[in-house]
């Protein structure tokens, strides 16, 4: 029966099959080729990425549980302007297959400390206030100094491969403060946990002042429907802080008096901190102030002498980006980025700088800062903060330290995080 729930689904997989064919064709078969260039390797469970080193670290250790992996990094170098092309999106996804939702059938409940415990159809959502707003979203695993190539064989250059599990989209959907208050938050509930409907059951805690400040339950990608590997039919964009709090396939929200800590909170999210005396900081979540120079960077084509059009990204949890500088040698100098519009909050920002670059060896590299003064801190800084004393990629998620690239006499490009 077509009118229904499987008819439509049937709709929008062949509307999503045909995106990809079109894809192929024409401008787009660069990236249709490409793609998130999804390492085979990389699509094994618990291969590669930061996150899935640390699965099967716990797997080493007697966990009593099999976590599946699906990575895909943002080819950071490809494409311009700030939004991500939704095929593009990188992906963390902490199972083996996605899950195969029938939106018709699919509900949100919030329950738990609320007035009124309620269950919200797909249609029931879309008939309520909504935003468009454009925000990054970012794995607090990237970028991480394990990520910079050393030992490493699925990573190193380009810079998709230690960079790209950051993308920024148009997002669409209504503001979670919306849903609460038609629930009802009673006065003791100051904390949500929420889950995701996939075989996991992806789950994660938020302060309920961030759930009613800008955090939105996502229908909308770009002006498509949420795409399966993003989460569809819904899902959570907390706007500024690390990715896991913005649950996929999001199903329950229970309000809760107390953080929890999911199994992704106390595995991926909460690192040991030396100067915290083996602490972790638990609620580390606000992504510090980013940047890159994503062309051009590591493994890419070979820069000729003369003109060089430096461009890159630059973001923050914190707000909006208010300069970026860029050195051109060795961090002697820096001259100041332009930022070409729109420079939104919480999204990525695209900046550019004129280089005539003659000839010699040196190193590239850009640093933000963002509109609360926040400035991007080189690693020997950061590791400073932190109180990190080693010189070598340790085990840092959170990591947000300037990034240099090595140009050769050759035009060659390379890495330069620890040489
Ligand atoms: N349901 C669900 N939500 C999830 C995850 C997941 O595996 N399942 N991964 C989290 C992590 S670790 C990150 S970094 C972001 C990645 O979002 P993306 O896969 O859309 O890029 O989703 C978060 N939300
Ligand atoms: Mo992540």
Not at 84 to 90: E, I, K, R, S
């Amino acid at each position: 029966m077509d009118s229904n729930g499987s008819g439509r689904r049937r709709f929008l997989k062949q509307a999503a099959a045909l995106a990809g064919v079109a894809a192929g064709a024409g401008a787009g078969t660069e990236w249709a080729a490409r793609g998130q260039s999804k390492m085979p390797e990389l699509a094994k469970p618990g291969a590669g990425a930061a996150d899935g080193q640390d699965h099967r670290e716990m797997l080493r250790r007697g966990a009593r549980f099999s976590v599946d992996h699906i990575t895909y990094y943002t080819p950071l170098q490809d494409y311009a302007g700030i939004i991500t092309p939704a095929q593009l999106h990188f992906v963390q996804q902490h199972s083996s297959h996605w899950p195969d939702i029938d939106a018709q059938q699919h509900r949100l409940t919030i329950h738990g400390m609320v007035d009124r415990p309620l269950s919200f159809s797909m249609d029931d959502l879309k008939r309520l206030p909504s935003v468009t707003r454009i925000h990054f979203l970012e794995c607090q695993g990237n970028s991480s100094a394990m990520i910079h190539g050393a030992g490493n064989q699925n990573m190193g250059p380009p810079v998709q491969f230690v960079w790209g599990m950051t993308s920024c989209s148009e997002w669409t959907g209504v503001p979670l403060s919306v849903l609460l208050n038609e629930a009802g938050v009673q006065p003791e509930g100051k904390w949500l946990v929420y889950e995701g409907a996939d075989p996991g059951k992806f789950s994660h805690t938020l302060p309920l002042a961030k759930a009613l400040d800008d955090v939105i339950v996502a229908y909308g990608q770009n002006g498509e429907p949420v795409r399966v590997e993003q989460g569809y039919p819904i899902r959570m964009i907390v706007p500024g802080w690390e990715g896991p709090f913005s649950v996929k396939y999001l199903r329950h929200i229970k309000v809760v008096d107390q953080p929890y800590m999911a199994w992704n909170e106390a595995m991926n999210h909460s690192i040991p901190r030396a100067d915290l005396g083996g602490k972790s900081r638990w609620y580390h979540f606000q992504w510090a102030t980013k940047s890159v120079i994503t062309r051009p960077s590591a493994g890419l084509e070979a820069l000729r002498i003369g003109y060089v059009q430096i461009t890159g990204l630059a973001w923050s949890g914190g707000g909006a980006i208010k300069k970026v500088e860029v050195s051109t040698d060795s961090g002697r100098t820096w001259k100041e980025a332009k930022l070409q519009g729109p420079i939104l909050p919480k999204a990525h920002t695209r900046f550019t700088f004129d280089w005539a670059w003659d000839g010699e060896e040196t190193v590239i590299m850009s640093r933000s800062t963002d509109e609360t003064g926040d400035v991007q801190p080189s690693r020997a800084e950061l590791y400073k903060n932190w109180g990190i004393p080693a010189e070598g990629p340790v085990r840092t998620t959170h990591f947000n330290a300037i990034q240099p690239w090595k140009v050769a006499r050759d035009g060659s490009v390379r890495d330069a995080m620890f040489s």
